[in-house]
């Protein structure tokens, strides 16, 4: 039975280390060898990767013109549905966000730029190129509410490039996206200014006849016109009355004077009996028994008139001014920080890939040479000498 020896750490380090020293050659053949050959890998096989950076704030989600006209429409009876047309503020993030990552805008930059040679792919299927790109293309939404992207390539020149032609793109899709909702609320207000168009004929006609019918043109006036012609009736009836009753007293009633007096009376009471029943209606006398009846219905019909008209001013100047959005093309991405031609690569990292090679290097080469001496200092006769004499036969046979 083979007795343990008991060593310190320090004794350990230092065994170990004189085992490397006592393999030297070995140790520094096995540490130079991948070095050198990760040194040529990292300075002549591994291509140098730059990245093109920007940040780009949000669109507001609403022009001027379509923010006042989503809320005066949600003021007006009918005409709420159409100012979600407009889109909101929430919907303008993430409708840019979804532009960003089309497959539209990728394969336009890929057409544009010819990654397909650029990338040297050689794949059957469009999707794993777009892959390829996308796993270049770097999109975040950062904690001041802005967009920050970066592309990766091999040539730095390109990558600014892309980022550029992505940006520009980008605001064209939100452009046209506006463009097509200006459009969409422009056609529902010319549809619905035909509508109130015809309905302000209709009523404008139904107007006046009923106007010509009832010789009805400003209640107001008609009705304080109308008392005041009564009131005079009235009033030279009582002092027609007076007279009467006077000449009664003094002459008798079988003066011709009498007879005369009465016949204005009779001409009196006519005349208020026909004010009255309507039958001067043609002089502007209103029939008070339906004064309160037509004086009603003129009032509906003047304001479902009133009504209609102030509703085609408005979508009439709504609809002039979707056109002028509709045409208008603002930038909408503010661009805070462009991409440029940034010529400092962001990978390889050579030193670290190289500090790395040699610490692993060492490593393996220090585990080497302490095997070696391991194996020159076994006893022959040991357990693990004979296990390994049963490895090396097995392998031998095989």
Known sequence: MEQKENISLLELVLRVFNN??????????IVFLPTLVMFCVVMWVMKPVFAAEAIVTPPSGKSSIGSSLGKMLENVSGLSSVSSLLGSE?????IVWTFFNSWQLHQKAID????RDHYEFDGKYQADLLKIFRKNLTLEYNDENMFYLRFEDEDYKLAAQILQFILAQADSMYNAYNTNQARQSREY???????????IDSLEKVFTEFQSKNNLYDPEIQLESTVKYLGTLQSERDALVQEISYEKMQRGEDTKRYEELNRRLQSLDASIAAAINGKRNKMGVLALNKTPELTAEYLKLEGELKIQQTIYKFLRQQSEQLRLDEVNKPTNLVVLQPPWENDKKVRPGRSVILVFTVMLSALFAMLFCNFIEYWKNLNPESLAAKEIRKVRMFFKRN
């Open 20 to 29: 490397c020293l006592a393999h030297w050659k070995i140790f520094g053949l």
């Open 90 to 94: 929430d919907q303008a993030t993430n």
């Open 189 to 199: 207000m010319d549809e619905r200014l035909l509508e109130v168009r015809n309905n």
């Open 112 to 115: 544009k730029f010819n990654i």
